[in-house]
Structure formats: structure tokens, C-alpha cells
């Protein structure tokens, strides 16, 4: 900011702060509606992230709208740009500048990488299809992975134009993110686990379908919540090895053994009586 100051863009960069701000309160407006608590908006080296607290309690949905709230205030943003320009009210070269950084700050969001906008639709959109556990690991290693192409990317801009110094310090600074993502994917699914009651009670109350897991009754508690998904509730069948099913859980009966009874490497042949 100093360097902006001294060499005259204090303007060019008082914009993007102001078009950072507008695409985080968009962010921040979508979540205040769903009732997340909004804790802070940090300024990172790609623009912004708001931090939000849901509680561990919304859904794909509502993690998509918030995630796409951002982006959205870039697209209005662009198109006044373009009706100011067409009309004479703003000199070319000024609604140039505007609509440019706000396409760029929009579309750079919008790439499937963790923490941008686009890697947080990515994960809520897997995790309509694949158990959560596995959405957060899948997630972290495909950010982690277009983070190392996006650095490779900006080391080989040197033939022709140089490193892309900027590029390079972002694609660092996403890939660590996510290898710390990815390390900590199993707390991650802890805190889903333990917001499952408040969920379950409110797809219950709206006559959700279950989603059935069948598995085999030496298979531990621990591998089966793995196996939990994302804005579904489960019945599990235990299946003995000769395909008769013995048991049918529900889900709060599994959490219950995770939590209260800590047996979450046991079979749930061990825990559970099977006829």
C-alpha cells in the first residue's frame, strides 16, 4: 500500500480495496441471512475471505449462495462500468480499469481451488454425491493440486513475459492452505459429526428420506459415520456375511456409540445385539 502511495496508484488501489470490500459484504449479506454469525473479513493476497460461523449446521445450498454472493457483486460492478463508460459518464480509460479488476477479481474467485469461492462450491457440490469425509479429502488434495499448477504456471511465465511474481506468491499461499486442509480433514469431520443432531432434527421434522447404508457387521463404528452424508439422514443395515440383514440403525444410535461410549474402533457386532 505504501509502494501504491509513492509511486501514484493510491487510486488504482483505493478501487480494488473498495471492490474487495463490496465482494466480501456480499458474502457477509448472504450469510447474515441464513443466520451465520460473521466473525471477521481478512484481507489475503488473492482479495478477501469473510470468516463465518454456521455451526456446522447449513447446507449445500446455502453454502453455495454465500459462496456466489462474492462473485455476483463483481458481475453488477462490471456491468456499471460498462453502462458508465458507454454513456460518457466515466472517462474510457477509468471504466476500463473498473471493469477489468472486477472481472479478474470475480473470475480468479470463482477457480475450484480452497479458499476461493469456486473451491467452496466444488466442495458442496461433491459432497451432494460423496460422503463428507471423503468430499473434504477429495477436495483438498484437487485444490491443493490446481494450487501447484497455478505456481508451475507462473514459474514458466518467465519465456515469455517473466515469473508472474504476484501468481506465484498466491499459488504458494493456496497450496499451503490446503496441504493444512487436507491435514486436518479428520478434525473437520469431527466438528461435522458433532453437529449432526441439529441436522438430523431438521430433516427428520421435513420428512427427508433416509439415505440406507448397508454394511457388513464387522465393520467399526468409525468406518461407518465415515460413510455419513451432507445434508442426508441415514439408516444403517448391518449385514451379517451370509447377506441376511440383522440390524437397522439409525444414526443417532452410531453417534451415540462415537461419542458416549468413545468406541469408535469397535464392530458394531461387539456393541450391538444382532438377531
Known amino acids: 500500500m505504501l509502494a501504491a502511495v509513492a509511486t501514484g496508484y493510491f487510486a488504482e488501489l483505493l478501487t480494488l480495496f473498495v471492490i474487495v470490500l463490496i465482494h466480501e459484504l456480499g458474502h457477509v449479506a448472504a450469510a447474515r441471512s441464513f443466520g451465520w454469525k460473521v466473525i471477521r473479513v481478512q484481507l489475503l493476497p488473492f482479495g478477501g475471505v469473510a470468516e463465518t460461523e454456521d455451526g456446522g449446521r447449513s447446507s449445500a445450498l446455502q453454502e453455495t449462495v454465500v459462496a456466489l454472493a462474492g462473485p455476483l457483486q463483481n458481475g453488477w460492478m462490471a456491468l456499471l462500468a460498462l453502462a458508465m463508460g458507454g454513456l460518457g459518464w466515466w472517462e474510457a480509460e477509468w471504466s476500463d480499469y473498473f471493469l477489468k479488476a472486477n472481472l479478474m477479481i470475480g473470475a480468479f474467485n470463482l477457480l475450484p481451488v480452497l479458499p476461493l469461492d469456486g473451491g467452496k462450491v ?27 499448477l497455478l505456481a508451475a504456471a507462473a514459474l514458466l511465465g518467465f519465456r515469455s513475459s517473466g515469473i508472474q511474481l504476484n501468481l506465484l506468491m498466491i499459488s504458494i499461499f493456496l497450496a499451503y492452505s490446503n496441504w493444512y486442509g487436507y491435514r486436518n ?3 473437520q469431520f469431527m466438528r461435522f459429526l458433532m453437529n449432526r443432531e441439529p441436522v438430523t432434527d431438521r430433516l427428520i421434522d421435513k420428512g427427508t428420506l433416509a ?9 467399526t463404528v468409525a468406518e461407518i459415520v465415515r460413510l455419513f452424508m451432507r445434508d442426508k439422514y441415514h439408516l444403517v443395515y448391518i449385514m451379517s456375511e451370509q447377506g441376511c440383514i440383522q440390524a ?23 456393541i450391538f445385539v444382532l438377531e
Do not use: C
Not at 136 to 141: A, D, G, Y
Not at 212 to 219: D, Q, S
Open 122 to 148: 466444488m466442495q458442496a457440490l461433491v459432497s451432494r454425491w460423496l460422503p463428507y469425509y471423503r468430499t473434504l479429502v477429495l477436495v483438498s488434495l484437487v485444490s491443493l493440486l490446481l494450487s501447484l
Open 248 to 270: 437397522v440403525l439409525p444414526e443417532q444410535k452410531l453417534l451415540y456409540v462415537y461419542f458416549q461410549l468413545n468406541r469408535p474402533g469397535s464392530a458394531v457386532s461387539d
Open 185 to 187: 480433514a479428520p478434525f
Open 211 to 219: 439415505q440406507p447404508i448397508v454394511i457388513y457387521r464387522h465393520r
